[in-house]
T-cell receptor
Framework: DADVTQTPRNRITKTGKRIMLECSQT?????MYWYRQDPGLGLRLIYY???????NKGEISDGYSVSRQAQAKFSLSLESAIPNQTALYFC?????????????FGPGTRLTVL | QKEVEQDPGPLSVPEGAIVSLNCTYS??????FMWYRQYSRKGPELLMY????GNKEDGRFTAQVDKSSKYISLFIRDSQPSDSATYLC???????????FGGGTRLMVKP
C-alpha cells in the first residue's frame, strides 16, 4: 500500500463550488505539505504543518484553507473554486527535525475548475 | 524573475548519452540543493541532495553545486530509457522550512 495517499485522484468542478482534497499518510511523519504544480512553474507551496497544532502559510495560500485532523491526515479546501486554481495538487510528508529530511509525495490530484 | 530557473526542455537524447540538467538561482541564502525525479502521473521522488558547493555522486548520477555562480547541475551517465522523466531542482536555506522548486526539465531517452 502507498505510504501517502490522496483522494480524489481527479476532480472536475464548477466555479464557485467548495472542494476538499484529502491526504493520508502511514509513514508516521509529523510534517505535512500541500503543493500545486502548474506547467513550467514547478511546485509551489500552499500550506505546511509541522504538527497537529502548527499550520503555516506557504508561498500561495490565498484562496485555500487547510485542516490537520490528525497526525496522519491533512486536508486542503478551496472555499470557492475559480478557474485559475486548475492544477495538479500534491501532498507531501517529511519526518521532523532535519533540513535534509526527504519529502515523500503522494500521487497527486488533478483538479479542473470550469 | 523567478527565484529558481530551469530550462523546461524537452531534452531528447539517445540511450547511453551523458545528460546534463541545470538550474540557476538568485537567492544566496540557499544552502541545500536537491534533485527530484517525477515520472508521468506520479509524485516527485528525491534523487539526491547536496549541501553548499561541491560534487556528490550516486551511481550514474552526479550532482554539482557552484554557489559562486548560483548554478547547479545534475549529470546522468549512461542514460537509460527508464530515466525518461521530468527532473526538478529544489533548494532551501539552513532553516529548511520551505523548498523552492524550479519548473522542471522533461528528459526523453530514446532506445
Amino acid at each position: 500500500d502507498a505510504d501517502v495517499t490522496q483522494t480524489p485522484r481527479n476532480r472536475i468542478t464548477k466555479t464557485g463550488k467548495r472542494i476538499m482534497l484529502e491526504c493520508s499518510q502511514t509513514k508516521g511523519h509529523d510534517r505535512m505539505y500541500w503543493y500545486r504544480q502548474d506547467p513550467g512553474l514547478g511546485l509551489r507551496l500552499i500550506y505546511y504543518s509541522f504538527d497537529v497544532k502548527d499550520i503555516n502559510k506557504g508561498e500561495i495560500s490565498d484562496g485555500y484553507s487547510v485542516s490537520r485532523q490528525a497526525q496522519a491526515k491533512f486536508s486542503l479546501s478551496l472555499e470557492s473554486a475559480i478557474p485559475n486554481q486548475t492544477a495538479l495538487y500534491f501532498c507531501a510528508t517529511s519526518a521532523n527535525g532535519r533540513v535534509t529530511d526527504t519529502q515523500y509525495f503522494g500521487p497527486g490530484t488533478r483538479l479542473t475548475v470550469l | 524573475q523567478k527565484e529558481v530557473e530551469q530550462d523546461p526542455g524537452p531534452l531528447s537524447v539517445p540511450e547511453g548519452a551523458i545528460v546534463s540538467l541545470n538550474c540557476t538561482y538568485s537567492n544566496s541564502a540557499f544552502q541545500y540543493f536537491m534533485w527530484y525525479r517525477q515520472y508521468s502521473r506520479k509524485g516527485p521522488e528525491l534523487l539526491m541532495y547536496t549541501y553548499s558547493s561541491g560534487n556528490k555522486e550516486d551511481g550514474r548520477f552526479t550532482a554539482q553545486v557552484d554557489k559562486s555562480s548560483k548554478y547547479i547541475s545534475l549529470f546522468i551517465r549512461d542514460s537509460q530509457p527508464s530515466d525518461s522523466a521530468t527532473y526538478l531542482c529544489a533548494m532551501t536555506n539552513n532553516a529548511g522550512n520551505m523548498l523552492t522548486f524550479g519548473g522542471g526539465t522533461r528528459l526523453m531517452v530514446k532506445p
